[in-house]
């Protein structure tokens, strides 16, 4: 019998990834992460029991350890809120539109809608990012450092304003501005909700 390792757990991620960004989830079959990993279909499920858990995996292993880094820069004790959603939105934008997110998330909108999987990617994902602004932008009301409102509706203000220009251009690989419109996006947002 065959020991299962975390390094050969990586290892079939890590391939996986590389061929669901080539090829997307429907033609990324487990033989061919299998020929590419150098092993069999067999030692692929004995680690994940279907495409769908090894895609789900390899999602969020991919995505998960920079943006948590990124959702940290929410400081809701800092006073210069200014430079904080701004150092925020930089990172945020850079990582939402850099190739390897941009590749996860044009796979999970394409294979979304048909599978119960699109749900589970949101809520890793892009939704994961909603719950953490949404504590912190909470955090800033209770402190008075922006008006009352649902902290959940600012979070997608804020999201909205800082993604627009960007996200949906990224996806259709068409020029995005600069970073200087990520500057007026969080002066337009503070013009809205700073006290």
């Known amino acids: 019998m065959r020991v299962k390792t975390e390094d050969r757990r990586q290892a079939i991620i890590d ?5 669901f960004r080539e090829v997307g989830f429907e033609r990324g079959s487990m033989a061919l992460i299998s020929r590419r990993l150098g092993g069999s279909k067999g030692t692929l499920y004995s680690y994940f029991q279907s495409k769908e858990e090894l895609f789900e995996t390899a999602m969020k292993a991919a ?9 940290n ?3 809701p004790e800092s006073n210069d809120l200014r430079a904080i959603l701004t150092r925020f939105a930089r990172a945020y934008v850079g990582f939402v539109i850099g190739s390897e997110v941009l ?3 044009r796979t999970a909108i394409a294979e979304g809608h048909s599978s119960a999987l ?12 909603l719950t953490k602004m949404t504590a912190y932008f909470g955090q800033l009301i209770a402190r008075g450092k922006l008006r009352t409102a649902t902290p959940a509706t600012v979070a997608l203000h804020f999201k909205g304003l800082v993604e627009s220009g960007f996200l949906e251009e990224a996806l259709y690989g068409a020029p ?13 947002f503070l013009m809205c909700y700073a006290v």
């Open 15 to 19: 391939v996986a990834l590389d061929v």
């Open 63 to 71: 995505s998960e350890g920079p943006g948590d880094q990124i959702l």
């Open 73 to 75: 820069l929410l400081d």
């Open 103 to 105: 590749a996860i998330t």
């Open 118 to 129: 699109g749900p589970h990617l949101f809520e890793n994902g892009p939704g994961r990012a």
């Open 176 to 188: 995005t501005p600069g970073p200087e419109a990520i500057d007026d996006a969080v002066a337009a």
